[in-house]
């Protein structure tokens, strides 16, 4: 299966469709902050850095995914990365060729 990545600012996150989820790759990283003016999952962020899911990385700008984590959509693990609203269909890009989600996948 194809990697798709998303390169918001710094971070830079590797995930891919599974069964109507988005797997986003352990070694991921996200925006620590975004911008303040945006739309943000609070409660699912700080779920995951509860739960061990991110966690502070050596660049203090950014989060690393410790493990593999299954998203409810592209969207919602493009949000979490950029630390804002993002449409995951047109932001994650085929890191070969350079396609979005959703002309892969018309989704």
């Known amino acids: 299966m194809t990697w798709f990545v998303f390169r ?3 971070a ?7 069964d109507n989820r988005f797997l986003v790759r352990a070694g991921s990283t996200a925006m620590a902050e975004g ?3 945006k739309k943000r999952d609070r409660p699912l962020r700080d779920k995951l850095l509860r739960d061990g899911v991110l ?5 203090p ?8 984590y299954e998203f409810t959509s592209a969207s919602a ?5 950029k630390d804002g609203n993002a449409s995951g269909p047109q932001l994650w890009k085929d890191e070969k060729t350079g ?3 959703k002309e892969a996948f018309g989704r």
């Open 99 to 101: 396609r979005s989600l």
């Open 35 to 37: 911008s303040p003016r």
């Open 8 to 10: 918001p600012e710094k």
């Open 77 to 81: 693990a493009a949000g979490i990365v």
């Open 61 to 68: 700008e950014l989060l690393r995914f410790t493990r593999d």
């Open 12 to 18: 830079q996150a590797y995930g891919k469709p599974t």
């Open 55 to 59: 966690c502070a990385d050596k660049d």
